[in-house]
Nanobody, 111 residues
Framework: VQLQASGGGLVQPGGSLRLSCAAS????????ISWFRQAPGKEREWVSC????????FYADSVKGRFTVSRDNAENTVYLQMNSLKPEDTAIYYC?????WGQGTLVTVSS
């Protein structure tokens, strides 16, 4: 049972990236999947989640309107689409479900 995050990279301000959180060993559709991030020198912060019970999504104010969570049941994967990226979005992004954490994927927004 594990989560694996991927899709990070270097992008210019205003650009987009899509992060993936692939689950193995369980069907993630039934569970709340959250995204967190940790910028250099800062504490980990919550970014977004997709609630398993009803599929509703929630976002931190800092990313609302720019980030979108979606899922692909066939791939057993949750995605975090990140648009209009800003330098302050630079961080390691983690996906989480309960006690499970993905390994993190680095997003760097820089010109």
């Amino acid at each position: 049972v594990q989560l694996q995050a991927s899709g990070g990279g270097l992008v210019q301000p205003g650009g987009s990236l899509r992060l993936s959180c692939a689950a193995s060993g369980f069907t993630l559709n039934y569970y709340t999947i959250s995204w967190f991030r940790q910028a250099p020198g800062k504490e980990r912060e919550w970014v977004s989640c997709r609630r398993g019970s009803d599929g509703n999504t929630f976002y931190a104010d800092s990313v609302k309107g720019r980030f979108t969570v979606s899922r692909d049941n066939a791939e057993n994967t949750v995605y975090l689409q990140m648009n209009s990226l800003k330098p302050e979005d630079t961080a390691i992004y983690y996906c989480n479900s309960g006690y499970l954490w993905g390994q993190g994927t680095l997003v760097t927004v820089s010109s």
